[in-house]
């Protein structure tokens, strides 16, 4: 069985700075991409940002150059690093990985979110 756990997640005033973990767990043979999404309360979940294998990484227009997507492939982690926050930042913010968990095929997993506030 596989699991993705986030953290890091909280109350931040505007300006400031966050970051966020997500770890998989369990079973695991191999993980593709990862990134994160988010959903404020009555909107769509969006993707935030992702990033391959290989490192390479794609962002929301709305976060380019104040979130910076990283993983450690050793520690099957994924992180976001998240500065200059705004108010409409404000989400649940839900980690994703595409994994091959031994004796299955390749599938999207979810966490199960964490909630970034931001507000003075």
């Known amino acids: 069985q596989v699991q993705l756990v986030e953290s890091g997640g909280g109350l931040v005033q505007p300006g400031g700075s966050l970051r966020l973990s997500c770890a998989a767990s369990g079973s695991i043979f191999s993980i593709n991409a990862m990134g994160w999404y988010r959903q404020a309360p009555g909107k769509q979940r969006e993707l935030v940002a992702a990033?391959?294998?290989?490192?390479?990484?794609n962002y929301a227009d709305s976060v380019k150059g104040r979130f910076t997507i990283s993983r450690d492939n050793a520690k099957n982690t994924v992180y976001l690093q998240m500065n200059s926050l705004k108010p409409e930042d404000t989400a649940v913010y839900y980690c994703?990985?595409?994994?091959?968990?031994?004796?299955?095929?390749?599938?999207?997993?979810w966490g199960q979110g964490t909630q970034v506030t931001v507000s003075s």
């Open positions: 990033i391959t294998r290989d490192g390479s990484t």
């Open positions: 994703t990985a595409k994994i091959w968990a031994t004796g299955s095929v390749w599938r999207n997993y």
